[in-house]
């Protein structure tokens, strides 16, 4: 079985701020990092140190080429689908605030350059059992499910940043759903995760849920099986990537056959990891890291029950 992740690879320009700049305002910021990020580059990083041997399928701009190949080669991921295009890659403007809390500022780029002869061309290389990772921030996202789909492979789709596009998406096709609350109240009306799960289930009743609720932890669903599992106490620094480190560390769990609730706690450490840390990819966790944390916490007996 071959994980594809077909996603979005950006350049991260993260200023740490008191607070984050307001219409009118100008403010300075305390420091600058300039790194690889984006939900697609994140996630196939997240994989690779859970374990997995992903494939990373996405478009970056020539001027960047060095900064993405070497750090994908370094962690393991395959960069065989990666199209270098004339032109700036993807990135984004990164406010942290004294919080750890982020806004972010996204322009495509190549990200939003990946057309259907693209896609064709890499998913020829995949075949029927196959898991496909989709993010919402490249082009072509509703041609990809179609085509995965019709190749017989598993997607798992996390649907962010959210926005209409998102309603044009065939979500029928999605087998894993991974979100967060606020994009759950988007493509819901939900207030809570009881209510988000049971619309979304009445709508795809074959669909798995994944539903992470910041500092209520996160919650499964499917048609026969609810789980829930808390976070871990950690000191936050930036949650830029924690999101990502959770979808990562959850397919990968996912793939090596491990029980829904212990990859849900595996997939917490990480991202609480990585909310400790400042950047995104740079964030994330290997698994012999994350191992050794929740052996730490559990000790301590500091898990936040939901």
Known sequence: MKILNFGSLNVDYIYEVENFVLPGETISSNNLVITTGGKGLNQSIALAKA??????????????????????????????????????????????????????????????????KFVDGVLNSFSSGDIILLQNEISSVEYIMEKAYKKGMKIYFNPSPANQKLYEYPLHYVDVLILNEVEGEQLTGGRNADN???????????????????????????????????????????????????????????????????????????????????????????????????????????????
């Open 51 to 116: 374990g997995a041997t992903p494939f990373h399928a996405g478009a970056i701009g020539s001027a960047n080429e060095d900064m993405f190949i070497g750090l994908l080669n370094m962690v393991g991921v395959n960069i065989d689908h990666i199209e270098k295009l004339p032109g700036p890659s993807g990135h984004a403007i990164i406010q942290v605030d004294k919080n750890g809390q982020n806004c972010i500022v996204l322009y495509g780029g190549a990200n939003q350059q990946i057309n259907n």
């Open 196 to 306: 988000i799960t049971e619309i979304l289930l009445k709508r795809y009743p074959e669909m798995k849920i994944v539903l992470t609720l910041g500092e209520g932890g996160v919650t499964y669903a499917d048609k026969d099986r609810r789980e829930n599992h808390g976070i871990f106490d950690t000191v936050v620094v930036d949650t830029t990537a924690a999101g990502d480190t959770f979808t990562g560390y959850f397919i990968a769990s996912a793939v090596k056959g491990i029980d829904i609730r212990e990859s849900l706690k595996y997939s917490s450490a990480a991202a609480a990891i990585a909310v400790s840390r400042l950047g995104a990819a740079c964030s994330i966790p290997t698994l012999q890291e994350v191992e050794e944390f929740i052996k730490h916490q559990m000790n301590k007996k500091v898990l936040k029950l939901i």
